[in-house]
């Protein structure tokens, strides 16, 4: 297209999307206060809803049995042994071909265990203090199989450990510690310690099972990976990596690409994402521990239900985008803008809280969605960036709030609230000047409704809790700093009805400036340059 095409294009475009947005308004807004003048009611699709939790875990997954056709696989360098004629041993490599149960023990200092077995077998393998340390592949490789258990025995302690890049060549393309073409579980009480010092830890083409046992992964790159799906019933994993601690991503198949987690104990240190996949992420239960990586839990959907989880991220804590928006693609090329330069929301992303206590400490948005944000329930305490960048909630649709609790603090340039869709009362609130001391949300009786220890700065706070009602006046405090709010409508704001902090930035180019709806916003900045991770290689 040539400019002066482009341009009138670019012209039509923005008096199009303002006669929308004009046409899409509210006709009187209910009063000076309204929260925001271009709200709309939503209801999410949940993925969820279509998600088989009867078949997520077979009993298989979670029993961790083993009885019937067992094999023994002793490990020594030069000289490992299988009373199995099928298996094949030859240069400290360890070939399984034959279906059953294999009960492992034993050292390699520079070898490997495949598993190359007919397409129906189901194999199983028990660590039972097992070290296979691998110079340059995998120390474990499952090439074929229907499906493999490695199953960590009672009380063993075991470590995989791939210590120099991967050699790769046409046919194989391991770059994990373990490393699975197929089907992969995880299971049994003891202890397993993986190092990648080059790749990832465990990586699983297909669908990724943990029910039970306690990891320690560290790795160059993803801790965990899966094609298809991770899903965790229990079991304590620590990880430490360079990019993604839990990362399941699915170009070919949009239907995969999923995390599920029903309960867990995890402690994530990653400088890339912590809990990252190109599909849904669930979290019904866990104790999810962040104290470090660049986003929390990012994907397109994600639904949290319960569990204890607590980030500090040095960008978003949560971010609902597809990964056609993953923040490594956010060049002049980033999708989320239509060709004349606007922001579109994204009807596939949503963020879904129906239960949790969720504490987020974010340099970047506190909970950031690309499509829609609903709270039905949980905890959530957000500190928010200490600037007007980034918001302590940041949404490209609409949000709104019908349960739960949340203080999210942050700053007034960019901040945004529930919409009047909500069903439970909120307030936007912002202060005459930052402050870093305390908060308090008392009724006219003086009753304390929330009270928060605040260490970061914030000029600004979202609130709501199932207390805060309309036809109430209510008492907030930040420091010395004091407001009193008379509550006429569901959702308050006091920064204006022309003001809701809709917009992050100026768009690109020179478009006319007041043809953006000033609730069409997103960050236009480059990703903030990563934090080195502390002790991470
Ligand atoms: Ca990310
Ligand atoms: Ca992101
Ligand atoms: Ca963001
Ligand atoms: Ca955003």
């Not at 949980?378 to 609409?398: F, H, K, M, R, T």
């Amino acid at each position: 297209m040539n400019s002066f095409l482009k341009c009138v294009s670019i012209i039509c475009c923005a008096a199009l999307l303002s006669l929308c947005v004009y046409g899409c308004r509210k006709t009187a807004p209910d009063s000076p206060r309204a929260a925001n003048n271009n709200d709309k009611d939503f209801e999410l699709s949940l993925a969820s809803s279509s998600f088989d939790y009867e078949n997520a875990f077979t009993d298989r997954d979670v029993s961790a049995k083993y009885d019937e056709n067992i094999y023994n696989i002793n490990l020594e360098d030069d000289n490992s042994s299988c009373d199995n004629s099928k298996t094949v041993i030859s240069n400290n490599v360890v070939t399984i071909t034959n279906t059953g149960t294999y009960i492992i023990k034993g050292k390699l200092s520079d070898g490997q265990i495949i598993v190359d077995a007919d397409a129906t077998d189901k194999i199983q393998l028990v660590l039972d203090n097992v070290s296979i340390s691998n110079s340059s592949s995998s120390a474990i490789k499952i090439i074929q199989a229907k499906k493999v258990f490695v199953t960590l025995a009672e009380k063993s302690s075991n470590v995989l450990a791939s210590s120099g890049e991967f050699v790769k060549t046409e046919s194989d393309k391991a770059d994990g510690a373990i490393y699975s073409k197929e089907k992969l579980t995880l299971n049994g009480s003891g202890k397993l310690t993986v190092d990648s010092a080059y790749g990832h830890g465990i990586v699983c083409n297909d669908d990724l099972i943990i029910t039970d046992g306690e990891y320690i992964i560290e790795a160059e790159k993803h801790a965990v990976k899966a094609e298809d799906s991770i899903c965790i019933s229990g079991g304590a994993l620590d990880l430490k990596c360079v990019k993604d601690a839990l990362h399941c991503d699915n170009d070919e198949d949009t239907a995969k690409g999923n995390i599920y987690i029903k309960n867990v104990q995890l402690n994530i240190n990653a400088e890339d994402d912590a809990i990252h996949s190109s599909g849904f992420i669930i979290i019904d239960d866990g104790n999810i521990n962040i104290p470090a990586c660049y986003e929390g839990i990012e994907a397109q959907k994600i639904e949290i239900n319960g569990g204890e989880i607590s980030i500090k991220s040095s960008d978003d804590g949560i971010n609902a985008s597809s990964s056609a928006v993953d923040e490594n693609n956010q060049t002049e090329q980033n999708p989320q803008f239509n060709k004349g330069g606007f922001i579109e929301g994204d009807e596939s992303c949503y963020i879904n809280i129906t239960g949790g206590n969720i504490v987020i400490d974010a340099n970047g948005d506190g909970i950031d969605s690309n499509g829609y944000l609903l709270q039905s329930g949980g905890d959530i305490i957000v500190y928010g960036p200490e600037n007007s960048g980034n918001s302590a909630l940041d949404y490209d649709l609409q949000a709104k709030i019908t349960g739960g609790t949340i203080t999210a603090f942050g700053y007034s340039g960019m901040a945004q609230g529930y919409n009047s869709y909500s069903t439970q009362g909120t307030m936007l609130v912002s202060f005459d000047s930052e402050t870093s001391e305390s908060f308090a949300l008392t009724d006219s009786n003086n009753i304390t409704i929330m009270e928060r220890d605040v260490k970061k700065k914030y000029n600004s706070v979202v609130i709501s809790s199932p207390d805060i009602t309309v036809g109430n006046t209510y008492i907030v405090k930040a420091g010395n700093q004091t407001k009193t709010i008379e509550l006429t409508d569901i959702s308050y704001s006091d920064r204006g009805m022309n003001d809701d902090g809709g917009r992050k930035n100026e768009p690109p180019g020179n478009m006319p400036s007041d043809a953006f709806d000033k609730n069409d916003k997103q960050d236009f900045r480059e990703p903030p340059e990563k934090e080195s991770g502390a002790a991470l290689r």
